[in-house]
Nanobody
């Protein structure tokens, strides 16, 4: 099973940017569909973005479309989430996740490996 470690979270003013990283170990990241999810206090965990194994296809939640970009560097075994134009409602714990298989399915039940998460706080 692949192990995932997120980094890059922090405190940022609204309108600012952050880049989250997810480093994988134990398995080659290119074997997995990768995703980012988030969970805000008192809310359920929700899908943010996903990327296919070959980097050809990306998927986004409507709430982040046009502001966030998911990418992967299989040579570095790392996935990124570039977050621009951040809003206070983006405040949440962000999780990286890996899914076996070929097709990208955005429901969290399809992702078998999860990182510990990193906190993102956006203040106005």
């Amino acid at each position: 099973q692949v192990q995932l470690v997120e980094s890059g979270g922090g405190l940022v003013q609204a309108g600012g940017s952050l880049r989250l990283s997810c480093a994988a170990s134990g398995r080659t990241l290119s074997s997995y569909v990768m995703g980012w999810f988030r969970q805000a206090p008192g809310k359920e965990r929700e899908f943010v973005a996903a990327i296919s194994r070959s980097d050809d296809n990306t998927y986004y939640a409507d709430s982040v479309k046009g502001r966030f970009t998911i990418s992967r560097d299989n040579a570095k075994n790392t996935v990124y989430l570039q977050m621009n134009s951040l809003k206070p409602e983006d405040t949440a714990f962000y999780y990286c996740a890996a899914a076996s298989g070929i097709y990208v399915r955005t429901h969290q039940s399809n992702f078998g490996s999860w990182g510990q998460g990193t906190q993102v706080t956006v203040f106005s």
